[in-house]
């Protein structure tokens, strides 16, 4: 299983960023997708997740109203769009799969929010 974030960077507050997670390794159309995220100094948190066909979807209420979860089956890429940033948005952005029990993650993609 490997999962590899990109699109982060440096955003001005009140920007927006687009990630992604390239995913191989398993059978991604039939996997629920997470992303957490972790500030610094701060536990991991749950920020989105979707469904294998993509029908439910479920958001953080710290983030709510500014994220949309996607994940395109045929590029076996979850995607994360990120509106209307602030500064408390910074943190390590990390992609995740349950399987069989086993938790896996990717190295992660750093998001920063400052004027």
């Known amino acids: 299983v490997q999962l590899v974030e990109s699109g982060g960077g440096l955003v001005q507050p009140g920007g927006s960023l687009r990630l992604s997670c390239a995913a191989s390794?398993?059978?991604?159309?039939?996997?629920?997708m997470h992303w957490y995220r972790q500030a610094p100094g701060k536990a991991r948190d749950l920020v989105a997740r979707?469904?294998?066909?993509?029908?439910?979807?479920y958001y953080a209420d710290s983030m709510k109203g500014r994220l949309t979860i996607s994940k395109d089956n045929a590029k076996n890429t979850l995607y994360l769009q990120m509106n209307t940033l602030n500064p408390e948005d910074t943190a390590v952005y990390y992609c995740n799969v349950v399987l069989s029990g086993i938790n896996y993650w990717g190295k992660g993609t750093l998001v920063t929010v400052s004027s």
């Open positions: 390794g398993f059978t991604f159309s039939s996997a629920t």
């Open positions: 979707i469904t294998s066909a993509g029908g439910h979807t």
